[in-house]
């Protein structure tokens, strides 16, 4: 009867935080509280039946984890709440002289896009050589190996992944604004071409960035009939998941027929969700201290600290973490193990008050300006939100924020001070004489 006690009083306990955010929010499902409390709830939930009904064999969950991941939970919507509370009202005066009539214009887009394509042959062919050295049959088994175990690497190419996604946000942000038929054509090319970046960096949480730019541009430019676009939305790309698991063989094989790939599918993807909450209890279990070395989640200014001879040099931290038995194979942890791991437990609230606090502010800023710069933020930072129940993606790739703000930044300050060199209306199509 314990056993049943206990994760049916946090679920519940979870989905209370939920309710109190989603009205104390004004209803709005996609502000970042209520999201985070709807997706711990979720998580929560859904390990307890799969572990009933699915992965019987898994471990069962102590009762310290749920009350941590509770307490994190709580501390994420009390850093939202102090934002709401105490600076709603000044944001959206501060928001009212920040609203601009400038249209976006299409020459830089043309020009960012230019450089993706360009460089979209090298990216293929440094992938290609990577695959050959893994001497797997596989292509995106061999990639994957290679970039984790191997010595090679896919070279500046690989910056041209974030960019590509930077580049299909602003153009489907601009699609929402101006539907025309050329920034119709503008908004497919982008996204083709940034999927083929994405799919070929072999990484399946990738795709929860193409997510989060489409949910998180529709929550403010589009958002008539949103809650059926998102169901949609989530089918398709639950679907789309499931493929891309397929070819990467990762429950499933294009071998196998469309039965076993479904069962595989479904079995692999519930351990996709389930499983980190089982390893970091799994460590806790274990008795796993903090190691108070700031590598995990501050490593971006460790490694400047030591370019910069203020610390000596440390041994680099494996790519991978290591894998525990739940009885099944993870090396998956939430977001919140990197952050005990490093500081403990009080340094993990006190972050996700942190992130809660950062995140409201984006969306109450996004909200009130309906500017592209906040816009952008806000629906890159959806995208570590979701992965939180996987692992954390907001201060251990601290590097790759900052490229994504470098290229936003950089395309607003060119599109703003040194509009159209061309002489291109906004939205025109470029003009191939003064291009020549």
């Known amino acids: 009867m314990d056993n049943i006690l206990i994760p049916v009083t946090f679920i519940l306990f979870q989905f209370g935080i939920f309710i109190i955010n989603l009205y104390y929010f004004s209803k709005k499902l996609f502000h970042p ?11 929560i939930l859904m390990q307890f039946l799969v572990s009933k009904f699915v992965l019987t064999a898994l471990y069962p969950i102590s009762f310290e984890t749920y009350l941590f991941v509770s307490l994190a939970t709580l501390a994420f919507s009390l850093g939202s709440a102090y934002i709401h509370h105490q600076l709603k009202t000044v944001i959206e005066q501060q928001s009212i002289k920040e609203k601009s009539e400038h249209q976006i214009g299409v020459f830089y887009r043309f020009f960012f896009m230019a450089i993706v394509i360009v460089g979209l042959p090298f990216y293929l062919k440094s992938i290609f050589n990577i695959y050959k050295a893994s001497n797997l049959d596989n292509i995106f088994i061999g990639i994957r190996s290679e970039l984790i175990y191997g010595e090679l690497d896919i070279g500046p190419t690989k910056y041209l992944v974030s960019f590509s996604i930077v580049i299909f946000a602003i153009n489907y942000f601009v699609f929402l604004q101006n539907r025309t038929m050329q920034n119709r054509l503008i908004l497919i090319l982008s996204f083709t071409i940034a999927m083929i970046y994405t799919v070929f960096y072999t990484g399946r949480t990738s795709l929860f960035m193409i997510l989060a730019i489409y949910l998180g541009i529709n929550n403010f430019m589009n958002n008539k009939n949103f809650i059926k676009k998102v169901v949609l939305m989530m089918l398709f790309f639950t679907v789309l998941f499931s493929i891309v698991g397929i070819v990467y063989e990762k429950g499933g094989s294009a071998e196998d027929g469309l039965s076993s790939n479904i069962s595989s599918s479904f079995e692999y993807t519930s351990l996709y969700l389930v499983s980190p909450l089982n390893a970091m209890d799994y460590k806790h279990n274990q008795g796993e201290k903090s190691d108070y070395s700031g590598n995990n989640t501050l490593g971006f200014f460790v490694k400047l600290a030591e370019n910069i001879h203020l610390l000596p040099k440390s041994k680099a931290k494996d790519i991978a973490d290591e894998y525990v038995f739940i009885p099944y194979p993870t090396n998956v942890y939430t977001i919140f193990r990197a952050y005990i791991q490093d500081f403990g437990k009080g340094y993990a609230i006190c972050i996700m008050m942190l992130l809660g606090a950062l995140q409201s502010f984006l969306y109450l800023k996004a909200a009130s300006t309906r500017s592209l710069r906040y816009v952008l ?22 590097s790759s924020w900052l490229k994504i703000v470098i290229y936003v930044e950089v395309f607003l300050l060119l599109d703003k001070e040194l509009p159209n060199p061309l002489g291109m209306k906004p939205n025109s199509i470029i003009d191939s004489k003064k291009l020549a």
């Open 33 to 43: 509280s209520v999201l985070f409390s709807l997706l711990w709830a979720t998580i």
């Open 377 to 398: 933020y806000y629906s890159f930072l959806l995208f570590p939100l979701m992965l939180s129940f996987f692992r954390d993606h907001y201060f251990t790739v601290f």
